[in-house]
Nanobody, 128 residues
Framework: QVQLVESGGGLVQAGGSLRLSCVAS????????MGWFRQAPGKEREFVAA????????YYANSVKGRFTVSRDNAKNTVYLQMNSLIPEDTAVYYC?????????????????????WGQGTQVTVSS
């Protein structure tokens, strides 16, 4: 069993920044790709970013490319999402997820079905 706990969400003005954290326990964290998704009110959950098991490669949705950065610290079993230049359209509940299998490339983890474990989510609200 894997537990994922997100933190770092909150209310921020447009143009501001937030850093989300996700701490994992219960499995060899460093062996699996990790991802971030988000779900806005009335919309389906969508892919945001993914990172390779060793942190050596990342992959982003076009909507966040150049503004968001995903990273991980395997010694701390933690994955991060640094969000800069936030816009109101970024308002959503953000979820971290752990890949179901040992994929090589994070580009293979844009689909929710490739993840086996999910956190409870953290709310991010960007005011205009």
């Amino acid at each position: 069993q894997v537990q994922l706990v997100e933190s770092g969400g909150g209310l921020v003005q447009a143009g501001g920044s937030l850093r989300l954290s996700c701490v994992a326990s219960g499995r060899t964290f460093s062996s699996y790709n990790m991802g971030w998704f988000r779900q806005a009110p009335g919309k389906e959950r969508e892919f945001v970013a993914a990172i390779r098991w060793n942190g050596g490669r990342t992959y982003y949705a076009n909507s966040v490319k150049g503004r968001f950065t995903v990273s991980r610290d395997n010694a701390k079993n933690t994955v991060y999402l640094q969000m800069n230049s936030l816009i109101p359209e970024d308002t959503a509940v953000y979820y971290c997820a752990a890949a179901r299998y040992a994929y090589s490339e994070p580009s293979a983890n844009t689909d929710q079905g490739t993840y086996g474990y999910w956190g409870q989510g953290t709310q991010v609200t960007v005011s205009s």
